[in-house]
């Protein structure tokens, strides 16, 4: 899917903010690397804020791109943060990485739906009703808006084209695993942290929207994905347990899929929200640095 930039407004209100858009350009930690944050717009089809944060200097860099997770619920999208995993975040660019943090279209104001007034925000990422669920599609609208960011960017000489990670949190790691599907030339590996959809139906821990559903479509996704990828869940995930997701893994890679599955020891209250933590740093990264070891 070819996604050219919108030439309009949106563009130049887009090129204000790339010449505006430093926040910062420091180190921390007493990590040497300096790196330096920034909000953009992005041009696309169905335009984006997100967050992004680089090596100081002129690139091409890299790139990381960072998928959130899904809240179905309008009001619960309109206070979603615009920044989900900084500190996750930075610790990619430390290592070189230019990383994108896009917030999907849906959040923030552009959440709120007014029906009586026909007014509608627009939010791609539904799997419609338990019953029949679409996790397949679901997963590939957010991967091709990882495609559109990937193409402008390299169009824009700020990446470098084939050196691309691609990792997800939740509906956005779902995102990923359907990335892989694709088998993208740019796209070198692939994260998830807790991935899949459908956790906690009604607010209830460990109640999903149609596993064994979930769990074919992992199986689809396995039969064309050749993507390396590594794949962390966390033993008190009450979205995703370590049943439903040693099940995900192992029909995946039976399938042809090529994933690494990690579970890791309970953190916090909710393990879910594993990768948001600074804390977890510590405990991710040298799995994470391995795997990215073994793909160079």
């Known amino acids: 899917m070819m996604v050219r930039p919108v030439r309009s407004a ?26 330096q ?25 890299p790139l990381v791109i960072m998928n959130h997770g899904v809240s179905l619920n309008p009001k619960d ?65 957010v991967a091709h808006v990882d495609l559109a960011i990937i193409e402008y ?31 993208l030339p740019q796209v070198k590996a692939i994260i998830t942290f807790a991935a899949g959809r459908g956790g906690r139906v009604d607010g209830k821990p460990n109640n999903n929207c149609a596993p064994d559903r979930l769990v074919e479509t992992t199986a689809d996704f396995g039969r064309t994905s050749r993507v390396p990828m590594l794949r962390i869940y966390i033993e008190n995930d009450t979205f995703f347990g370590p049943d439903l997701s040693k099940r995900m893994h192992a029909v995946f890679t039976t399938a042809g899929g090529r994933a690494e599955y990690h579970l890791m020891p309970p953190f916090g ?22 795997f990215l070891d073994a793909q160079k």
Not at 123 to 131: L, N, T, V, Y
């Open 77 to 141: 999208r309109s206070f979603f943060p615009l920044v989900e995993f900084r500190a996750a975040a930075q610790w990619f660019a430390r290592r070189g990485y230019l990383v994108v943090a896009p917030v999907g279209t849906g959040y923030g104001a552009a959440a709120i739906d007014i029906p009586e007034r026909a007014v509608y925000g627009p939010f791609f990422s539904k799997i419609g009703k338990c019953s029949n669920p679409n996790f397949r599609d679901a997963g590939l609208a």
């Open 10 to 35: 949106l563009g130049y209100f887009a090129a204000v903010l790339f010449a505006c858009a430093p926040l910062a350009a420091t180190a921390r930690d007493g990590d040497d690397a300096r790196i």
């Open 37 to 61: 944050e920034e909000v953009w717009a992005l041009p696309l089809a169905l335009p984006m804020f997100a967050y992004l944060v680089r090596p100081v200097g002129d690139g091409p860099f």
């Open 153 to 183: 960017l390299a169009a824009e000489k700020r990446i470098v084209p084939k050196d691309v990670i691609v990792v997800g949190q939740s509906a956005g790691g779902w995102a990923s695993i359907a990335l892989s599907s694709l088998n």
């Open 269 to 290: 209250d909710e393990g879910h929200f594993f990768i948001g933590s600074k804390d977890a740093i510590s405990l991710w990264s040298p799995l994470v640095t391995k």
